[in-house]
């Protein structure tokens, strides 16, 4: 029987991944200029007709925030400084209940301003709701949903590209990668990967058609787990194929939605690793110093 002792340990060692991959995705973005700082005062922006975006943009406060280099700079402070404080105090639901409320702030200004709405932030949004219950078995709930809501993402993407056929079409993967990564076969080089990589796929054509329906198909592997848990140890690195697939393929970076991979993870498994982890550095350490 699980006592509410490993219970609460458990959700601790979840607490800290989750959030330490947000803290660097944070980082990030900050890299990247795309905090609120870095907007520089946007004059655009696009709500779409999401009532949302509307009634936040409403209010004024994004307008307000992202002009001024004071108040930009103190709300990512801010976002940053929060999570710090979650991975400190994990057992503190207040942290991550401020966390999402200015995560959502961020989620709509940088969608906004961004001319277009990023779904891989959706991502960090949804999970950090698991950590707001007080009871672990409220918790535990909560953390089978976001499971639930993440199998059916996958499982959508791919029953809709078996009922609209583009999995059934041999030159689905070619339009795609000419579609997406046209700005690099005329000559702007990636960071990572050029042109002339590309246009070894562009001559063989199947070896595209093959990763395509490869991904689609690990898409649909996920259903699996709508009726079992017995595979989520091989479930939780099927999204990071798929999304590092349409990274390099099709210029798509997806790699925030990652976070939600963790619902996959056996909490005791992961600290049973690390602690066995860090027995045998300690034991190194030991024989090193023996030595010396």
Not at 115 to 135: E, N, Q, R
Not at 231 to 246: A, V
């Amino acid at each position: 029987m699980i006592t509410a002792q490993e219970n609460n340990k458990s959700r601790i060692i979840l607490i800290r991944i989750v959030f330490g991959f947000i803290l660097l995705s944070i980082i990030f973005r900050y890299l990247n200029n795309s905090l609120l700082s870095n907007m520089q005062a946007p004059v655009l922006k696009y709500p779409s007709i999401d009532y949302t975006y509307w009634l936040i943009h409403y209010t004024g406060l994004p307008d307000l925030i992202s002009s001024s280099v004071y108040l930009s700079s103190l709300f990512d402070i801010s976002l940053i400084a929060i999570v710090i404080l979650i991975l400190a105090f994990p057992v503190q639901r207040i942290f991550a209940i401020i966390f999402t409320f200015l995560y959502f702030f961020y989620f709509i200004c940088y969608n906004s301003y961004a001319m277009h709405h990023a779904h891989p932030m959706a991502g960090i949004l949804l999970i950090s709701f698991a950590f707001w219950p007080k009871k672990d078995a409220t918790f535990k709930i909560v953390w089978e949903g976001v499971r639930y809501i993440l199998l059916f993402i996958y499982a959508d993407a791919f029953i809709l590209k078996l009922l609209s056929g583009a999995v059934f079409n041999p030159s689905q993967g070619v339009a795609n990668i000419k579609e997406n990564i046209g700005w690099i076969m005329l000559g702007t080089d990636a960071f990572v990967f050029n042109k002339d990589f590309y246009a070894f796929f562009l001559r063989n054509p199947i070896l595209i058609q093959i990763g395509y329906v490869t991904t689609v198909l690990c898409e649909g592997a996920l259903i699996v787990g709508f009726f079992t848990k017995r595979f989520d140890k091989y479930l939780f690195y099927f999204p990071i194929f798929i999304h590092m697939i349409n990274y390099i393929f099709i210029d798509v970076c997806f790699l925030e939605m990652l976070v939600v991979c963790t619902v996959f993870l056996n909490p005791e498994k992961v600290q049973e690793r690390l602690s066995h982890s860090f027995l045998y550095r300690k034991k190194i350490n030991s024989r090193l110093s023996v030595n010396i």
